[in-house]
């Protein structure tokens, strides 16, 4: 059953429909478990003065966002919906009702760009990585507010922003949208640098919702099972380095800007991992490379640090 979307939200329109949905949120982290709750229990998690007035907004919150049900006692009971158990997470995750800024913190990563010294700067729940040297932004990673209160450090934080960011972007390149389970599309372009190919992009979109995520090839491949497979032999994770600079064992290279091919090496001891990526954000050619002298380690050394 379908419902207009003012209609839905109107539904949620009074403190004690809130009250009531949050009351599911609280026992369920009691509980660590979702909970199915009496008329009694959620009566007493609001301000309500009269059982016939929480009865009123009880049955406006019925079939879209609770559904009653038996429990196993014999009592009746109130469960959330699917659309109740999404509103209750967004209310604890903060998104509709909570803003949050704070100052620059220093990154221990070298900027990718220069060297120079990176900072996480949060403005309107979006942390931002830039240098302070060359004063460019690397990265624009939205964060949801709750996430910063369940974080208890700096590094917590932007390792859990950083986790976040890649499994949105394995999830938009894969072809299912994380927000909304809508389809997506990968696509990879370049950006001409006078007569050469310059720097390539990834842009990962929902056609549904029209999520979008623009990144460094490299970094929409990191959980690709090649890069996976080639890093567990080594002993190394390719999450080992964040997002905003995975570190100078990987190289891009623009090989051909029509067709797009893009080559992405990964070094590691004295072998490397090269993969050839199309326009569409997908791996057509793998390659594992065993470097045989020193100087094919050093210009591959110097290629990924370029």
């Known amino acids: 059953m379908d419902s207009d979307p003012a209609d839905a939200f109107a539904l949620l329109g009074a403190p004690t429909r809130m009250a009531t949905l949050s009351a599911f949120a609280d026992a369920a982290r009691e509980r660590e478990r979702p909970v199915t709750l009496t008329f009694t229990e959620l009566f007493k998690a609001t301000d309500e003065a009269t059982t016939a007035g929480f009865a009123y907004h009880?049955?406006?919150?019925?079939?879209h966002y609770l559904e009653k049900v038996e429990r196993d006692d014999g009592e009746a009971g109130y469960r959330l919906t699917d659309a109740g158990r999404r509103v209750v997470r967004a209310l604890a995750a903060g998104v509709y009702t909570e803003r949050v800024d704070r100052e620059p913190v220093a990154i221990p990563e070298p900027c990718p760009l220069c060297?120079?010294?990176l900072r996480a700067a949060t403005a309107d729940n979006v942390v931002t990585v830039g240098c302070a040297d060359c004063d460019q932004n690397v990265c624009r990673l939205s964060f949801p507010p709750g996430g910063f209160a369940s974080h208890d450090t700096p590094e917590e934080l932007l390792t859990a922003v950083d986790r976040l960011h890649r499994d949105r972007v394995r999830l938009l390149r894969e072809g299912t949208c994380p927000d909304?389970?809508?389809e997506?599309?990968?696509t990879v372009d370049t950006v001409r640098k006078e007569d050469e190919p310059g720097p390539a992009h990834a842009t990962l979109y929902c056609t549904a919702c029209g999520e979008r995520v623009r990144c460094p090839v490299t970094v929409a491949l990191l959980d690709h099972p090649a890069l996976v497979a080639f890093g567990y032999d080594h002993g190394v994770a390719p999450d080992e380095h964040p997002v905003w600079n995975v570190g100078k064992a990987f190289s891009e290279t623009v090989l051909s800007a029509d067709p797009v091919c893009v080559r992405v090496g990964w070094r590691l001891g004295d072998e490397e991992l090269a993969v050839l990526v199309g326009a569409d954000c997908s791996v057509g050619h793998v390659e594992r490379i065993e470097?045989?002298?020193s100087s094919e380690r050093d210009e591959l050394t110097g290629s990924a640090a370029a």
Do not use: I, S
């Open 291 to 293: 470097l045989q002298t």
């Open 58 to 63: 009880l049955r406006q919150l019925r079939d």
């Open 115 to 117: 060297d120079g010294d």
């Open 180 to 182: 909304c389970g809508g």
């Open 184 to 186: 997506t599309t990968a």
